[in-house]
């Protein structure tokens, strides 16, 4: 079995990803960046990808759910893992003396305020270890990375800071996706794309008045640009019910009754590490 995640080694998709498939023998495809993880299992050359959708501090993780839909793939799992960011330098770098932080985007929205208080410039990477591994690489004493305690060791940095991210109860969610549009029979949540007929006053509240008449918690939102024109939306909506409950069938034929178009992108179980 082939599973693709984001590389190189040390970044938190490989620890989610090593955690989770820890029973099975595995073939890891490691990819440069997320959307190829997901155009990996879209074009066969990985049978599962595991890929960041969701941080606590920072919200949806946008290239994710965008590449999903692009890939045409299905949600089978999910995966939440504990995430703890510090500043990582080579050794005997000062805080003082940082002029750029370096990291994925995600990783530097969920240190904002500290990044702010340098008065810095950021630099954008594909993920937190290739960050850590290009200034390892720069060996300059005026660059860090944010990135895992892990990848500090790996690349033999040094904490400049620890725990900068703007919460100590820091989680970031992972999914797991496949081609094979089959739920796993435990599952317990389902995630719906919903492309509303046509922009009206309340179009959403009637969406979402589906759920709450059939008594259907929804445990995430998004909205997402159709990318058609500007102003019109999509909305994903998570319910909290596997697909093989009868009140999914229900909300998605009340849903295509209204004339909006439904897909279902995954259903599964939540797994949370510790
Ligand atoms: O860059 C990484 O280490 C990733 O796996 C992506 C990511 C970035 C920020 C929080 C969680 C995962």
Redesign the pocket.
Known sequence: MKVA??GPH???????AHRYFKDEHIDWHICDS?PEVLEAVGDGLADWGIA?IE?AI?GT?NMTVDSLLVNDLYIAGEVI?P?S?HLLGTEGTKEEDIQEVW??P??LA?CREYIRSLKVKTRHF?????AAEAIREAGRNDVAAV??AY?GDLFGLVKVRRNIEESYENQ?R?VVVTKDKKAPADAKKTMLQVIPSDEYTGVLSSILNVFSALNVNLTWIESRPTKKKLGAYQFFLEAGYGVQNPLIDKAVAVLQTYGHEVNILGSFSATKLD
């Not at 594909?126 to 290739?130: C, E, M, P």
């Open positions: 995640y984001l040390g970044t938190f998709s490989e620890e989610a997320v960041p941080n920072e993780i893992l995430v960011l990291s994925i995600p990783a969920q594909d993920s937190t270890a290739s990135a895992s990848a970031t992972f």
